[in-house]
């Protein structure tokens, strides 16, 4: 299956976190900003990414826990790319949604130079 035929299916079976997040950030509603959900950069599909930004956003949900070097590794080819790779658990979009989008504001403030 091709990276681009993944990104496809994921994109059609997000996760409830992913939906709430996307639905913040769909159609340039954040800071006028264009995000692409499930997208390929290389061997990995991001959750969300800003191409303009360099910012990529991950949801973690309970299995990132036993994970942690893979994700690791993830974030550094990442960042080699030249991608701010920012984390956020699942819980937190759920219970805290607006500190999640003020988070995501300050880090979009330095990465990007007004």
Known sequence: ?????????????????????WLQLR???FLNLKFRRQFPVE??????????????IELDGS???EQG???AIRTKFLN?????????WNND???NLDGVLES???????????
């Open 43 to 56: 061997s990995y599909i991001v959750d969300f990414i800003c191409l303009d930004c360099k910012i990529i």
């Open 27 to 29: 159609d340039r509603r």
């Open 1 to 21: 299956m091709s990276f681009t035929h993944l990104a496809r299916n994921l994109r059609k079976n997000q996760t409830d976190a992913e939906q709430i997040l």
């Open 93 to 95: 979009v759920f219970n």
């Open 104 to 114: 995501l504001r300050l880090v979009v403030e330095k990465q990007k130079k007004w």
């Open 80 to 88: 080699q790319r030249g991608f701010k790779v920012i984390r956020f």
């Open 69 to 71: 070097n893979e994700d």
């Open 63 to 65: 299995q990132h826990h």
